[in-house]
């Protein structure tokens, strides 16, 4: 599928044409229409099919750049994946320079992330343990949540995330959009997906090639 078949703007088309992206993944092709109507979804896709950009171009494509405030965040791993996803998601939203993506993991100054806190941002990319430890400081508020993202969720599982992925959430409002992301789909991951997300539509593209 071209990206041009999707209900984006112009400017999204071009941006993705212009770093390469001629055609959709398969589970880009078949995520990104719930996506972007707002439906929860949870995908399962293995590694190197692209479900960066099918989460990035739907939550770029409904923030709302005038409202500084967190209306997005991407709850990763590792440090090194945040590092990976906050990359892409800034190739995607290069042409929409005032948009602030901002890293929030374990390994980094607790203090420096305070700082670039103060100044607001419109997207969180970070690992649990760090984004509850702001929550509970009360430097980062989850009021404005529209979209929340589980990427890599069977790996989270595995590492044992659940406790604080559950504590986060609630400081997150009830009315969201939630999208996971999981290589792996098995009970622990519907589990959760119960728990966390509301009529999930659920996509599978393992199984393609
Ligand atoms: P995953 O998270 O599923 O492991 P990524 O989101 O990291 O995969 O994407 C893998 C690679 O594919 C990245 O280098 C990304 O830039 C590229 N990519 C994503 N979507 C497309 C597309 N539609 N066309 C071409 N390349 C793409
Ligand atoms: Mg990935």
């Given at each position: 599928m071209n990206f041009s078949q999707l209900p984006l703007t112009p400017e999204m088309v071009k941006t993705l044409d212009s770093l390469g992206y001629k055609e959709t993944t398969p589970i880009q092709e078949e995520a990104l229409p719930f996506i972007l109507e707002g439906k929860d979804v949870i995908a399962e896709a293995k590694t190197g099919s692209g479900k960066t950009a099918a989460f990035g171009i739907g939550l770029l494509s409904k923030?709302?750049?005038?409202?500084?405030?967190?209306q997005c965040l991407v709850l990763c791993p590792t440090r090194e994946l945040a590092d990976q996803v906050a990359k892409e998601l800034r190739r995607i939203a290069r042409f929409k320079h005032n948009i602030k993506i901002l890293m929030l993991t374990g390994g980094e100054s607790f203090g420096r992330q305070l700082g670039s806190l103060e100044h607001q941002a419109h997207i969180i990319v970070g690992t649990p343990g760090r984004v509850l430890k702001h929550l509970n400081k009360e430097s980062?508020?989850?009021?404005?949540?529209e979209t929340l993202v589980l990427d890599e969720a069977d790996r989270m599982l595995d590492m044992g995330f659940i406790e604080e992925i559950q504590s986060l959430l609630a400081?997150?409002?009830?009315?969201r959009q939630t999208l996971l992301f999981s290589a792996t789909y098995d009970d622990e991951i519907k589990k959760i997906s119960k728990e966390i997300q509301k009529d999930a539509v659920s996509i599978k593209t393992t199984h393609q090639e």
């Open positions: 923030l709302n750049v005038k409202k500084f405030r967190v980062l508020d989850l009021s404005n949540l400081f997150a409002p009830k009315e």
